[in-house]
């Protein structure tokens, strides 16, 4: 189960479809979604889609109560999934990204229809929205390592935090209660340490598997001096990445909703950008094979980001930072590609100069490191133990 279909929202969707597949050939295996209509489906993959009605969503404080309420004690919506899952009979159900429109309630009732699992994609568990350096004390953030930067707050917003910091307590003492007896798996070694910060048990770490590159014309692609962004940009680090752009005159291209033609549109005539808008899953491919670097260095905690190892198995180089999941990969190809949180540019003169004095060590380390990564079918092996 996965809250939203790949056709919806590309990310968690798009690795929960794939294992799903991957299972579908040798197990009875269904893929069940919410939707507001139907979406393309998988001949060789049963999807059952749980229809959804539009909610008017109120903002601010009162909006974020109102979601985490729904999440923790929507009853009603999770006895309509509970009978929907049951109907099914499952033997096992393994649960992907919820909490939006279906209710994390529902995970206090499904041990009682089958043994559960539950990939976590994000850090939803510990805060209802993105994690942020800010959001742990100075002590937690050196123990993971990242640099953090102090930033005076008004009374006001002390006293907000405080208030906000003690729901976000109660919710993951409930959270905690519901998770009790379902098996909780990471995907990165960073949000482990993070999870169990914050009190969580967690029983595996699994790294999301992406398959190897067999792209069709891809030898045929070539590779400029050039910076690729894809997907949302809510604390993805990218107003660094467009000043560092508007200053290196380095060529970019950007992918993803219209928020961010918007943003670019604010720096018309200081950048050599171009805006795809959104991509298909072959496309994004084809853009990672024609870049140099994948911008992926958020401001965020940013798990173990899909694109970023979708870059390394297709030969191009990430730009990640220190709260990336993927940081310890990457600093086996380059150290100076991480960035630190604190960073507010990106040195891409440099990594150009870098990449021509010492291509060939680089692209060599690149594949290495490509060789660490799983496959699909190896992740779902290590999954099939724990199941």
């Known amino acids: 189960m996965n809250e939203l279909h790949p056709d919806e929202q590309p990310g968690a969707a798009t690795i929960a479809l794939d294992y799903a ?17 139907l979406h393309t489906e998988q001949a060789e993959l049963p999807t059952k889609y749980v229809s959804r009605k539009t909610r008017r969503e109120a903002s601010g404080y009162l909006g974020e109560l109102i979601r985490v309420g729904r999440d923790l004690f929507g009853i009603i919506e999770a006895r309509r999934y509970l009978r929907e899952i049951r109907n099914v009979n499952p033997k096992k159900i393994w649960i992907h990204q919820i909490g939006n429109y279906i209710p994390r309630v529902l995970l206090l009732f499904l041990p009682s229809v089958a043994p559960v699992m539950m990939t976590v994609h994000d850090y939803s568990l510990i805060v209802p929205r993105k994690l942020y350096p800010r959001d742990l004390s100075r002590k937690q953030i050196e123990s993971l390592n990242v640099k953090f930067e102090a930033h005076e707050t008004s009374k006001f917003e002390t006293f907000a935090g405080l208030f906000k910091k ?10 905690r209660f519901y998770l009790r007896k379902v098996k909780l798996i990471c995907i990165s070694q960073q949000q482990a340490d993070i999870y169990r910060i914050f009190h969580y048990r967690v029983h595996a770490i699994i790294p999301n598997g992406i398959e190897t590159c067999d792209c069709v014309n891809a030898s045929g692609l070539t590779r400029g001096s050039s910076v690729l962004f894809l997907g949302r940009i809510t604390g993805k680090g990218v107003d660094r990445l467009l000043a560092s752009l508007a200053k290196s005159g380095m060529e970019a291209v950007f992918a993803g909703g219209e928020e961010i033609g918007e943003l670019l549109e604010t720096y018309s005539g200081k950048l050599n950008a171009k805006f795809l808008g959104r991509l298909n899953r072959a496309d994004v491919l084809k853009e990672i094979h024609k870049a140099t670097f994948i911008y992926q260095a958020s401001d965020c905690f ?24 993927l940081r310890d990969l990457v600093s086996l190809i380059e150290p100076s590609l991480v960035l630190n949180s604190t960073q507010n540019f990106v040195p891409l003169e440099s990594y150009v100069e870098n990449l021509k004095l010492n291509g060939y060590e680089l692209s060599k ?14 992740s779902l092996n290590s999954y099939l133990e724990i199941m």
């Open 21 to 37: 597949q991957v299972l579908s050939m040798n197990s009875e295996t269904l893929f069940m979604h919410t939707s507001k209509s």
């Open 365 to 378: 380390r690149l594949s290495q490191v490509n060789s660490r990564l799983s496959t699909i079918k190896q």
């Open 302 to 325: 940013d798990v173990y980001p899909t694109t970023g190892i979708e870059a390394i198995r297709h030969g191009a180089f990430p730009i990640v930072s220190d709260t990336t999941g």
């Open 166 to 175: 003690s729901v976000y307590k109660v919710r993951r003492l409930i959270l």
